[in-house]
């Protein structure tokens, strides 16, 4: 692949929340890498996207046609799961096995709910066609595909009025020959129908999880594809033709291609590339263990970094659909500063996951909106300026945010204003610890050995109050926050995932078996990696192993490195490795049990040129900028403004203070103290009690 840097210098990448559109812009030529943010369109993220683009080429003097490299993070996967705007399915399986979407695992959720809500099925059962074939979990064929009734199938598919079909059939992980000959047929008599296959998309065992992945690729493939022609149409105007690249769950990127062929694979695309940005600050700040938070308008994502490593799982889920895909892992809670305040029946103030979105938006916008929310909160209790709210590009309006909370959440209450507001925040401050300790109980992770990475429009105005809840001493807040997830993406290569079940026992008389599944993974990651333009010298190929004690019904996956053919004694320190993340996990580790490998994976990196961005020197202004009154802990104090971006290393700054900068506001509460560290990076430790 050729360096785009080399002859067109800016690199851009994007990242469409649901509230705002941001951008992080890398020029080659001066080495800053500068952020901007824009209001996100939902009625369609490309208009907002280019718009964005032209005001940052504006602001920040390059041509369109400057641009080489754009790296987008899209959320329009997961709004199209959530809001069920999806293409009209028809899926195909085994005969017999129609009803695996409908059975899924027997869970319930609510144990002792009188009526339990149902689990989702996207495909209705007259639209789930049976088809006459059968093959075995060893791979060979018990009951051999039946060509003879695929056209009765392909004419009860067109009277569906299907816009796609997915196709899961019975193991075919272990044989993909009856899904790819039946895709054969389907796409010789209907080209313009996707077809979405299991033995591509996720060749893995477990019956419901595979198909419900099949599934949701199939019905993502119009409507992405559908994106994807809009902004290719949109990419022309102005000489802005740069190379398009798409950040998958993963926090690898892929090519425009394969995000047409396999959409499932960007349901986590957006909020990835904070996790990705916190691994890269966990290196730049010397602290391997980070919960990074990232609250935006809409919701709030927690990850962990552990060790300067950023954990992925192979298996997530969206709206409680299962996605057999490897992905960050994340916990997503509707907490943002969109989320709206209320009062319930029963005189319970509650917060979120409602949230105002980017229209109408919170009260303060003065867009229409009548609910109040978590900004509308910050801004009554003085920690926001309505002034210089995205850095006074906004003016928020004061008077109609008071008289909401007064209407919805103060009369109610029997509060003044200022309580009605840090009411809020309470509610709030409580839902967000909540989601962090759970992040880390469950690995048997202590808070207080972590430094709490905040960012996010919203985050910075609640983090130390969140930390000192939980009994973390150090809060990170990183340059430019707000669009800290599209810094991440900024610096991301581009990853293929390929993944083949293979139950096999752990034991050296398996090596043979083990090494050819590895040569056959590698074989086809370098061939993928070849097939987007990547150099030989740029591809980086590593090992992992989903492993279990036998007998478990789960895995855990284990790195292994850039094994090729592995002898007894790399095979040894992979099971070695599996006994040592049991232990962590779970407390114990049975070094004597029988170990099986489930599945062999293979990540295949495309490294895409990355130059190290510089720090822009301080604004030539004071770093102090005065004074106001903010509403903390129950009365009026007066709190220390400064300017971020004028601020050098040898400013402290003592809570209670609000630190203002373009795209974000942060909170100092009192005892904790401040100063600039490394990246810029604005460290706040907690005094000792």
């Known amino acids: 692949m050729t360096s785009t840097e080399t002859l067109r210098p800016v690199r851009i990448a994007v990242d469409i929340g649901g509230t705002f559109t941001d951008l992080q812009i890398l020029d080659a030529r001066d080495g800053v890498a500068r952020a901007w943010k824009t209001p996100t369109t939902p009625e369609d993220p490309s208009i907002g996207l280019l718009r964005g683009v032209a005001e940052a080429a504006e602001r920040f003097d390059f041509a369109l046609s400057d641009v080489g490299l754009l790296l987008h993070g899209t959320t329009i996967a997961t709004n199209a799961v959530l809001e069920r705007k999806l293409a009209k399915g028809v899926l195909l399986t085994t005969a017999g096995f129609e009803d695996v979407l409908e059975i899924n695992r027997h869970v319930r959720r609510d144990i002792y709910g009188l009526a339990p809500e149902p689990f989702p099925t996207l495909i209705p059962r007259d639209r789930r066609l049976g088809v006459t074939e059968r093959m075995r979990a060893d791979g060979t064929a018990e009951t051999p595909l039946d060509e003879n009734a695929v056209p009765a199938l392909l004419d009860r598919i067109a009277a569906l009025g299907a816009d796609c079909v997915a196709v899961s059939l019975l193991h075919a992980y272990a044989n993909p020959a009856h899904e790819t000959r039946l895709a054969e047929l389907i796409r010789a008599a209907r080209p313009d129908l996707p077809v979405s296959l299991s033995s591509d998309i996720s060749p893995e065992i477990r019956e419901y999880e595979r198909t419900s992945t099949t599934v949701l690729n199939a019905l993502l493939m119009p409507v992405v594809k559908a994106y994807l022609d809009r902004l290719e149409a949109r990419l022309g105007e102005g000489g802005f033709h740069p190379l398009v690249f798409l950040v998958q769950s993963n926090g690898g990127v892929c090519s425009l291609r394969m995000a047409a062929e396999q ?254 599944g590895i040569a056959t993974l590698r074989a086809e990651a370098d061939a993928r990696l070849a097939a987007d333009g990547i150099a030989p010298e740029r591809r980086r190929i590593v090992i992992a192993a989903d492993m279990r004690y036998h007998g478990q019904a789960f895995e855990l996956l284990i790195p292994w490195g850039e094994v090729d053919a592995p002898d007894e004694a790399a095979l040894a320190e992979l099971i070695a490795s599996f006994h040592a993340m049991h232990r962590q996990r779970f407390s114990y580790a049975n070094l004597d049990e029988p170990v099986e490998i489930v599945t062999l994976r293979a990540i295949a990196t495309g490294v895409l040129d990355k130059p190290e961005p510089g720090d822009p020197p301080p604004a030539g202004r004071p770093a102090r900028k005065g004074a106001r009154q903010v509403f903390a802990e129950g009365a009026w104090v007066e709190a220390a403004v400064w300017d971020r971006e004028a601020m050098t290393a040898l400013d402290v700054i003592e809570g209670p203070a609000v630190v203002e900068e373009a795209f974000a506001t942060h909170w100092i509460g009192r005892g904790w103290t401040a100063r600039l560290g490394a990246a810029g990076t604005l460290i706040a430790q907690k005094e000792a009690a």
């Open 263 to 516: 959409p499932a694979r960007l349901l986590l695309s957006g909020p990835s590339g904070g996790t990705l940005a916190a691994g890269r600050l966990s290196t730049l700040l010397a602290r391997p263990n980070l919960v990074a938070v990232d609250m935006g308008g809409t919701s709030y994502d927690v990850s962990v970094v552990q060790g300067g490593r950023v954990s992925v799982v192979t298996q997530g889920e969206i709206d409680r659909l299962p996605v057999r895909l490897p992905m960050v892992e994340m916990r997503t809670i509707g907490a943002g500063g969109g989320s709206i305040a209320a009062v319930d029946a029963g005189g319970r103030l509650t917060v979120g996951p409602r949230s105002a979105g980017a229209r109408p938006g919170p009260v303060s916008y003065g867009r229409g909106g009548t609910e109040p929310t978590v900004t509308d909160a910050n801004l009554a209790l003085g920690r926001l300026d309505p002034e210089f709210f995205l850095g006074g590009m906004m003016k928020l309006d004061m008077a109609g945010t008071r008289a909401a909370l007064t209407a919805k959440v103060g009369t109610p209450l029997g509060l003044g204003v200022e309580q009605a507001a840090e009411g809020i925040l309470t509610v709030t401050n409580a839902n967000l610890g909540a989601a962090i300790r759970l992040s880390l109980f469950e690995k048997g992770l202590d808070p207080r050995d972590f430094c709490l990475l905040s960012f996010g429009g919203a985050g910075g105005l609640h983090a130390t109050d969140v930390a000192g809840e939980l009994g973390m001493t150090e809060v990170a807040f990183p340059r430019e926050p707000g669009t800290l997830s599209a810094y991440g993406i900024l610096f991301s290569d581009l990853t293929q995932d390929i993944a083949r079940t293979r139950l096999l026992r752990a034991i050296p008389a398996n090596l043979p078996a083990i090494g050819e």
